[in-house]
């Protein structure tokens, strides 16, 4: 099912939702401090530059100027504490300086927006950063109001004192709650992390379960087929006294088929089971072509091969090897399930870069109905010659027959496994 394409007023009510699924907490809690933040700002310069620029009888544009530094650094620590740091630094300072003159019934050093934006940055810093940013604003924040009336005032403001322990103890306070917020904002992400890992073990445990299942289906429908079928063959010179060298060697070759089916399913059963641990047989490869073609002639095939020199002389990977076995067994089974009767051609050629593989039969030469198939063997085949780097096409001939091509890379450069 395809979703909706998300609208930006649609993002926005996922992030501000408290739907834990729908977005992460840290993401959810970005948002909103950003807007807290800039709304509380915002508010501050609002106030504050009137405030400045009446109260304290500071020129307009110095106080609007100095106030949008101080309040923009709670919004800079958000994302960035130097810039948070610095900003509030800056700003109160220049505050500090402008206001130096004020009456003596107006709060001084720290005007009451000022000890707000400081106290609001101290907290932002807090909330969002190590707890060493929030404390260098606080400690530089006391040392102002200790040096502020000393350089500026020559210490007779009477407000200094009670304007400064205000500043040290309400900043601190900001400080101490941001960083509770923080450790708890933390353990709270922790928990949501936790809770995903969960979940990703729980699907593992199913898929785990259901192929665990699969494979327990498949022995019972397959394995006991293909039992019934290599003792039935393999005692038919015993069963049926009287057979002829001819059809003996026909139910030799129909039992060591069965055998050689029976152990691929047991390595396919242990890889559903997920058995890391399971016996396995040697993979077939390119020096294998031979006797697979030569058990498929068994069956009565028509089948020419040419590249029994190629065969032998190349060296290839293991992967390579094995795809080059399974495009040859692929091929030759579709010719003998949609093509009865016709002639095989299997060509293997190299040039010690690249190894090719062509099989091609002629046109069914008995009326037998087809056998039918999954329709899944040459998409296969294409996934398996793709994973390596190489090419593959399948198509009719124009005499009425069928072709499959494959050139594969003598080295693998990717190798994954079968």
Not at 45 to 55: I, L
Not at 208 to 222: G, K
Not at 319 to 325: I, K, N, Q, R
């Amino acid at each position: 099912m395809d979703h909706p394409p998300q609208t930006p007023r649609r993002r926005l009510r996922a992030l501000t939702r408290l739907d834990v699924s729908a977005v992460s907490i840290a993401r959810r809690e970005v948002v909103w401090l950003w807007s807290v933040v800039s709304f509380v700002a915002v508010t501050l310069v609002a106030v504050g530059w009137p405030v400045t620029a009446s109260g304290y009888g500071t020129h307009p544009a110095a106080a609007m100027a100095f106030t949008l530094v101080n309040c923009a650094a709670a919004i800079l620590a958000v994302r960035w504490p130097w810039a948070g740091l610095g900003a509030s630094v800056v700003g109160s300072l220049a505050l500090m300086v402008v206001t130096a003159g004020a009456a003596p019934e107006w709060p001084w050093p720290w005007p009451v927006t000022v000890l707000l934006a400081h106290c609001l940055t101290v907290f932002v810093l807090a909330l969002r950063h190590s707890w060493y940013w929030a404390a260098s604003l606080w400690s530089v924040g006391a040392m102002l109001t200790v040096w502020a009336p000393a350089l500026l005032s020559d210490g007779g403001h009477p407000s200094a004192f009670a304007n400064g322990v205000v500043l040290v103890s309400l900043s601190g306070g900001f400080a101490l709650v941001g960083v509770i917020m923080r450790l708890w904002s933390l353990s709270v992400l922790r928990m949501e992390q936790a809770e995903r890992l969960s979940a990703a073990e729980t699907s593992r445990r199913r898929e785990l379960e259901e192929r665990n299942r699969i494979a327990r289906e498949l022995h019972d429908v397959v394995a006991h087929s293909m039992s019934v079928i290599t003792v039935q063959a393999s005692t038919a010179r015993y069963r049926q006294p009287g057979l002829d060298e001819a059809v003996q060697s026909e139910f030799e070759e129909i039992a060591a088929s069965s055998r050689r089916a029976l152990g691929e399913m047991r390595g396919l059963l242990g890889i559903l089971r997920g058995h890391d641990t399971a016996p396995t047989a040697p993979l077939p490869g390119l020096a294998d072509v031979t006797g697979l073609i030569e058990s498929t002639r068994a069956s009565g095939a028509q089948i020419t091969y040419d590249g029994a020199d190629t065969e032998a002389g190349t060296e290839v990977s293991e992967v390579v090897g094995l795809t080059a076995f399974r495009v040859v067994q692929e091929a030759l089974s579709n010719a003998l399930r949609h093509a009865p009767g016709s002639a095989v051609t299997v060509r293997i050629s190299g040039d010690g870069h690249e190894l090719r593989l062509v099989v091609t039969n002629t046109r069914p030469g008995r009326d037998d109905e087809p056998t039918p198939g999954a329709r899944l063997g040459l998409a296969g085949i294409r996934e398996r010659v793709a994973a390596i780097g190489g090419t593959v096409s399948a198509g009719p001939t124009l005499d009425g027959g069928f072709e499959v091509a494959a050139t594969l890379p003598v080295e693998d450069t990717d190798p994954l496994p079968a």
